[in-house]
């Protein structure tokens, strides 16, 4: 099972990752300034998981596909690694699907 990973940047700033449950991060947060604001962002995460929309397939510049997952607002909550290739990007997708939405939450 996976669970959200929440941590505290050198810059002061509040992130957390979805990890799966082999210890891959599957997305990773933006920095977030308060606590309760990363909280904010990880409940969206959990309610957000599962819709099909919110999800933008995208491919970096380097030509690697990643996803990014977007809250009602049309705001990034989080960003996935970089695949190599649009199947391990859609596995991605639906790793995130499958564990967010009861994932614990525990501090690095």
């Known amino acids: 099972m996976g669970k959200f990973?929440?941590?505290t940047g050198n810059n002061g700033?509040?992130?957390?990752?979805?990890?799966a449950g082999n210890g891959q991060v599957i997305l990773s947060s933006e920095g977030y300034t308060t606590t309760a604001a990363r909280q904010n962002g990880i409940d969206s995460v959990k309610k957000n998981a599962g819709d099909d929309t919110r999800y933008e397939k995208l491919?970096?510049?380097?030509?690697?596909?990643y996803f990014t997952l977007k809250a009602s607002?049309?705001?990034?909550?989080?960003?996935?690694?970089?695949?190599?290739?649009?199947?391990?990007r859609d596995n991605?997708?639906?790793s995130v699907k499958s564990n967010a939405p009861n994932a614990p939450v525990a501090e690095e």
């Open 13 to 19: 700033q509040y992130y957390f990752n979805l990890v």
């Open 73 to 88: 607002n049309g705001q990034v909550i989080g960003k996935s690694q970089m695949y190599e290739n649009e199947a391990g």
């Open 59 to 65: 491919t970096a510049a380097n030509g690697k596909p």
């Open 92 to 94: 991605g997708i639906a």
């Open 5 to 7: 990973v929440t941590k």
